[in-house]
């Protein structure tokens, strides 16, 4: 049987469900190489066009296509067509009819069946339709399907199953009240649930129709578009905090791909991206987790309740990011009650009744007391296999309330089991860990590194290993209420502790394996304060010490030639600085040293600390300084500080860290400072005689006030627009570039006049080159280009107008280096005259500045707008081994995990595992693999600048650029779909091989 692949961008109404097929136990599919991706309501993308409404195409990215699903809301049918691509989206095929298998209360799902071979559709309406929800979703469909006209839905009645017995009757609405489906075929094979997870159906969420209707909806998508045998979900909460049955819970579902079996799927309906179900429907949601999880002895915790993303074979934002940054506090409201919620909705097993069984097979549950194994209430446990049992203590009530399990430690877990004997085995690092030691073993106490201290509550413990010599470190943050304490072992035994702290700990280490334990502390009143918590674990390879030499001017150096170098130790230095007003959280009132730099004009000055850190703590900071004052701090960093400044005498601070413990991490460091003057600026080119009539320009930005009443009609019938009326009068500009660069034009006329603007490279119509209804741009080699604006039919009269030119000295103006520009404009300019893009938003990336600097600009060049300027990561294997900051090897090579240099374009936005991402197309040899690859722009906490701000650092991707996640949506949202990016590296090879370097 052939597999069955989703495709395609999946929107709102298929929300996060899995893959199936009409078989007695629908397939898992395992880890097929399906795609799954989700994006924004096409609806809000529609255009007008020949009479219909026109939806943007939607790619399969890979794998031929041969079905097509529409899911609307709308005012009317709409008729929707659909046509279909086989050569990458290039060119279409005719307009086809689609079939309507949906229609209810303003909902609708059409389908068709494509020709095969298909990588892009492309769907439109009937103009009479408001379509006010779009998605269009792909798949492959499995051999021997039924076809549109012969699915088929869930027969209850099957292996002599009733609704009644698979329904909670008192909460739950079940599947006979809303219209669920009803054929001969039966959905999913029998099931022991031991595990939740928790979605959103991505449908609307302030939903126009009723739930009843909505979910008759998503079930038929789900039925006819994907070949289910029914509802995917076990449990659906809607809008109106009612709980309604989909598949029902004895059965397998078809919510998460790979992960099916076992596992409760329970959906809030509505998209929970940014906002949080309401009220109503967590505490209903609460509700049916409770029952759940009571009915099938499944423990409330975020090992055992997961968001969608989490798990299985599919990549998805599912349950959306606001629902699952919300899932800790959900489980917790499931676990302390929600409000008048019936405490025993289906009985709770009676424990005086208890029995236990010996030689129990591996899965059974065994109805016991848990007094005598580590839990003191009644409940269900899942026994691994072998020989268990539990005796009867003295004094007993119940049967067995002193119940002792008495072959050892049980798996908790059987079914997960990723082979890691402790919570958790990063395999790198810096690796974040959240989570609880409520439920944690107690297996340490009494550490070597802290003698007099309770920590004999229950810990999390997490396997290090450490690929060379190197400082090992870890953080841990804890609430109100908890004091969990963080300890660095060499091996699993608390006499072998290293480093142990209220917040962090440190280490220097040789390769090998260790042991982070986080540990409840507990108060002399015997009170245990264990609870949730948050880690950071890292580690910092060795350093090669660069030396001493002897201080250029007494204590403090001094210089005003460039570059300079300075040697040194904070060890004995002044303490006059601290609190710095650039890093105000951070304790820096250890010993520090001061270099005066005098500088001899208007630049950037740049100070690099070669060996801030190294395994004899050692933490210096560099801070620069207009004044000997720490409110006078304009830029500070680990290991680098820059800042654009006029000339005269500025400071720079080499200053020791202090931790909360007091420990002060003063020693020897190695600075380099060098300065880069501005350029000049350019002196505006000679003009030559003005033409009669004209206004001549050469220095830039300008603006103008004028009208075209009045002008000369000589102009019509431009190149670039053949098909407009643009007869009437007309005024003219002649711009004079002193260097290539990006002209950009935008204006604005007032009511009953229609100015158009033109861009012509001569002073003939037939040599425009960009042309617009308010703003044109196009770059341009140094020399005169024209500015024509001119009146459409009769419409002439007053305009105002900004004109800006675009060059190397814009670039450089936001801080990119002279290099760095002149290669990455000179790129632009190429690709624009080969017609790859004439988008005005380009980012450059700069891989020779270390990641502890913002690398990654984004600059208008129509109106030299700075964008964004981002921190930006580099792939793993890029790294220089002797600079965690720095990258010096780039590859196009799948698999590399290294960063591409060159130009690429970007392509469509989807929801992925990193939230919304954006795809890439190279566009030389040096990055022709970047799609192939998923080499994509993400967002990422380790390119947070608070990360960076804690660690010295941006951390490392598998090859993607990867930039803040609180500004990746803007950053995407901006460039996407046609921009071009080029990554900058000083790269021999790479510069004599480019096709867009001189």
Known sequence: MRRFWVLGLLVWSIGCGDEGTLVTIEEE????????????????????????????????????FDRVSILYDANTDGRPEMRVSDDGGRTYGAWAATETVFDEEGAFVALADAPEGGTHVQVRFDDAATVTALSVALYVVPEGAPGLDEQEGLDLAADGETEAALSFSDFVVPGSAWGRRAATATCGGFHSPNKITIHHTATPTNDSISVEARLRQIESEMVFGRNFCGMGYHFIVGQNGKVYEGRPRARVGAHAKGANTNN?????????????????????GATILKMVADEYGIALNRQKVK??????????????HA??????????????????????????????????????????TVQVTYAGCGLDTCGWYLCAAGSWSCTAGPGAEDAFPNAACDNGPIDDDPIDDDGCAYDACPTQLPFVYNDSTTGGGDDFDNYSCAPGTNESGPERVVQVTVPSDGTLSATVTDGAGVDIDVHILSAHSAGACLDRDDASAEAAVTAGEYFVVFDSYVKQSGAVQDGAFNAVIDFVPEEDDPGDTTPVCDADACTDTFPFNYTASTVGGSDDFDMYNCAPGTNEAGPERVVRATLPSTGVITATLNSAVNPDNVDIDVHILTSLDDNACVS???????????????????????????????????????????????????????????????????AIEDTTVGGPSDLD???????????????????????????????????????????????????????????????????????????????????????????????????????????????????????????????????????????????????????????????????????????????????????????????ESYFGSHGLSLRLDGLEPANSNVRPRAIVVHGAWYAEPSFVQQNGYTGRSLGCPAVSDANVASLVNTIKEGALMFGYYPDADYMATSPFMP
Not at 338 to 355: L, Q
Request: aromatic share 8%; net charge negative.
């Open 29 to 64: 599919s395992g880890h097929d190489p399906s795609f799954f991706a989700e994006g924004p309501d096409l609806a809000s993308l529609l255009q007008e066009m020949d009479g219909h409404v026109l939806a943007p195409p939607v790619a399969a990215h890979g794998v031929p």
């Open 264 to 284: 409760i799927g329970i959906s809030f309906m509505g998209n929970y991206q940014g906002a949080l179900p309401s009220a109503q429907m967590r505490e209903a």
């Open 307 to 320: 968001g969608h993303r989490q798990v299985g074979v599919t990549v998805t934002d599912c349950p959306g």
């Open 323 to 364: 629902m699952y940054g919300h899932l800790e506090a959900f489980i917790d409201m499931a676990k302390n009650g929600t409000g008048p919620i019936d405490d025993d909705p289906i009985g709770e097993p009676d424990c005086s009744s208890a029995t236990v069984g010996t030689n129990v097979p591996s899965g059974s």
């Open 636 to 702: 500070r960093g680990h290991w680098e500080a820059a800042a654009h400044l006029g000339a005269g005498d500025v400071y720079i601070v080499l200053d020791s860290w202090v931790s909360g413990s007091g420990t002060v991490f003063a020693g020897d460091f190695d600075l380099d400072v060098t300065f880069t003057p501005d350029v000049p600026d350019t002196e505006p080119p000679p003009m030559g005689e003005c033409p009669t009539g004209v206004t001549c320009l050469n220095t830039f930005p300008a």
């Open 717 to 907: 019938g431009y190149a670039c627009a053949p098909d407009l009326d643009e007869s009437g009068p007309e005024k003219v500009v002649r711009v004079t570039l002193a260097e290539p660069g990006f002209l950009g034009v935008s204006l604005t006329d007032g009511a009953d006049v229609d100015v158009d603007v033109h861009i012509l490279t001569g002073a003939t119509p037939s040599t425009c080159v960009d042309r617009g209804n308010v703003q044109a741009g196009a770059f341009l080699p140094a020399g005169d280009a024209w500015v024509v604006f001119d009146s459409f039919d009769n419409m002439a009269g007053p305009f105002e107008a900004d004109i800006t030119v675009s060059t190397t000295s814009t670039l450089t103006g936001h801080g990119l280096s002279q290099a760095a520009a002149e290669a990455a404009l000179h790129a632009y300019g190429t690709a624009y005259a080969q017609g790859y893009s004439d988008r005005p938003e380009y980012t450059v990336v700069d891989f020779s500045l270390p990641s502890d600097q913002r690398r990654l600009w984004t600059i208008n060049l129509a109106t030299g707008q700075l964008l964004f300027h981002e921190f930006a990561a580099h792939g793993k294997n890029s790294g220089d081994p002797a600079d965690i900051r720095r990258s010096n090897s780039f590859s196009n090579v799948n698999g590399s995990n290294k960063s591409s240099l060159g130009l690429v374009k970007t392509a």
